[in-house]
């Protein structure tokens, strides 16, 4: 990212509201990003962020093995704002005193305003607030003052206006909280005097010289798939170095409906010279008699690297770049290790293959947000269906099929997931839900079809809500609309018998049933 970009740095403690924080701050124009909390001072002090915030967390500042930062961040001159868990470090490392509360305070509040300085400048005497915390300031160190109240914390809200550190019990990141943007763009702004220079625009000329000076001469090797996040990533390269660059679309036979033919117009539109590669047979193949979740994702993801170590072998080896869609998300480490996470799913995409094809990475959306991703693929003038777009996994209807992948089960879960997309958007619903699709498994069900007895498939459909796939509701559809889609699905898709409708949230189940 352009280092003379003004930021502001979040120094994570292991609160899941850091990436929030970091969208919410880049919401005004200012880049932000977020390091562990343990990053040392001279770090920070070579990055030369505008200001400092550090985020709640999970521990109690007065456990022994708490989480702390390098004392020396504060003697950096650079402004602190403590949220949380961060306020009480603050409190702690000035020698105030935290202790638990009595009662845990959880949800809103009032916030009494007394001081209009800096951090609440511009705001009203009284905002509701969010807090979410076990522990309280006892006794606010000596130089801090109180700035803010609420009936249960005292001291919600205070600050060293001399050095420039303030601390927020509550959360400003939140919307519960009123002006929480006003409150974190005052400090980012105001009192740590960024510029609010980050803008997607800029994002996107930056990117693009970027591209130009990291390639120069040499050949870049992209992997589409039609999704927003590797279209995306195809249309900036195409525009910083279109000679040097191939797409490849490897079509595994486990789409969506007419999804390669769509797929490749969307292409030729955005002026991407793709090469089409039909391996959905050998795909298909490698799959016969595979039953084990894990084996078929595992599967389809080294033949995914044997497909596309061929196309590039048949390419002469040319290339000495790999462009993938990696998201910002992904490439952030939580500051606190939670321990090794069981492996839930094997999560395949292009995973491995820079490795194996020995190639520098290139991932031009490593610093941006899925929000941010689809505000860029709008300027780039990628349609808004391809935005709009559910996502899909990466092993496509695999995942959607119980137990054996074969072509009857395929042919179904395509047509069925059809017919729910295609009602979902005929009902206005499509653009509201996370997902929607049709999975099928080897159960079957008697039903009577004209005069005619049919022991055919059970067809599950899933419609999910979800703000990040992490946890997900399953959608309340109107019981007409599930009728519609059920008469439709055993109506036309030969070999249904029964339609169900999946009612498990995640957790505990997940999104995909495989
Ligand atoms: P689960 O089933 O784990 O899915 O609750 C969470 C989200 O991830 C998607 N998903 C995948 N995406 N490659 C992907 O790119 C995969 O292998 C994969 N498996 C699941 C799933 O569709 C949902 O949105």
Not at 17 to 41: K, T
Not at 197 to 216: A, D, P, Q, R
Not at 466 to 489: Q, R
Request: overall charge neutral; some cysteine.
């Amino acid at each position: 990212m352009n280092s003379r970009l003004d930021k502001i740095v979040i120094l994570d403690f292991g609160s899941q509201y850091s990436h929030l924080i970091c969208r919410r701050i880049r919401d005004s124009n200012v880049f932000c990003e977020i390091y562990p909390y343990s990053i040392s001072s001279d770090k920070l002090k070579n990055i030369a962020p505008k200001g400092i915030i550090f985020s709640g967390g999970p521990a109690s500042v007065y456990d022994p093995n708490s989480p702390k930062p390098d004392k020396k961040v504060f003697d950096l001159g650079i402004p602190i704002l403590g949220i949380c868990y961060g306020h009480q470090l603050i409190i702690d490392n000035f020698k105030g005193k935290v202790k638990k509360s009595k009662t845990r305070e959880y949800g809103k509040a009032i916030l009494q305003i007394d001081d209009k300085t800096d951090l609440f400048k511009g705001l009203n005497d009284r905002l509701n607030c969010w807090m979410s915390h076990s522990d309280v300031a006892e006794e606010i160190p000596s130089n801090f003052r109180v700035l803010a109240h609420t009936n249960n914390s005292l001291s919600a809200a205070i600050g060293n206006q001399d050095k420039n550190f303030y601390g927020l019990q509550f959360h400003p990141e939140v919307i519960h909280t009123e002006h929480g943007l006003d409150i974190l763009k005052n400090f980012s702004i105001g009192i740590s005097k960024a510029e609010p220079n980050w803008t997607l625009e800029s994002f996107i000329g930056n990117t693009i010289s970027e591209i130009k000076k990291k390639v120069g001469k040499e050949k870049v090797l992209c992997a589409v798939s039609g999704g927003i996040d590797s279209t995306t990533v195809a249309v900036l390269l195409n525009q910083a170095i279109s000679n040097n660059l191939e797409c490849i679309f490897v079509n595994h036979g486990l789409l969506r409906y007419n999804e390669e033919k769509s797929v490749m117009s969307l292409f030729k539109k955005l002026d991407l010279n793709v090469k089409y590669v039909d391996a959905s047979e050998r795909f298909l193949q490698k799959l016969i008699g595979i039953i084990d979740p894990e084996e078929k994702r595992k599967i389809i993801g080294n033949e995914f690297i044997n497909v596309f170590m061929e196309e590039v072998e048949k390419e002469g080896n040319q290339f000495q770049w790999l462009a993938q869609g990696t998201l910002y998300p992904d490439v952030i480490e939580s500051g606190i290790s939670m321990g090794p996470a069981s492996v839930i799913k094997t999560h395949h995409n292009v995973g491995g293959l820079p490795e194996v094809l020995n190639l520098k990475v290139l991932e031009p959306l490593r610093y941006l947000y899925k929000d941010e991703v689809k505000r860029v693929a709008k300027m780039l003038d990628i349609p808004d269906d391809v935005i709009a777009r559910h996502p899909f996994p990466g092993p496509g209807l695999a995942v959607r099929i119980i137990g054996e992948v074969n072509e009857d089960k395929i042919r179904i879960a395509k047509y069925a997931s059809e017919i729910v997309e295609q009602e979902l958007k005929n009902a206005g619903i499509y653009d509201s839900v996370w997902q929607a699709y049709a999975a099928v498994g080897d159960d079957k069900a008697v039903a009577v079809i004209g005069d005619e007895r049919l022991y055919g498939y059970i067809v599950i459909i899933r419609v999910v809500n979800s703000k990040d796939a992490m946890t997900a509701d399953w959608t309340k559809l109107p019981h007409e609309l599930l009728e519609k889609i059920s008469n439709k699905i055993t109506n036309e898709v030969e070999g249904v018998a029964w339609v169900t409708y999946a009612i498990s949230s995640k957790p505990p189940a997940t999104i995909e049933p495989q």
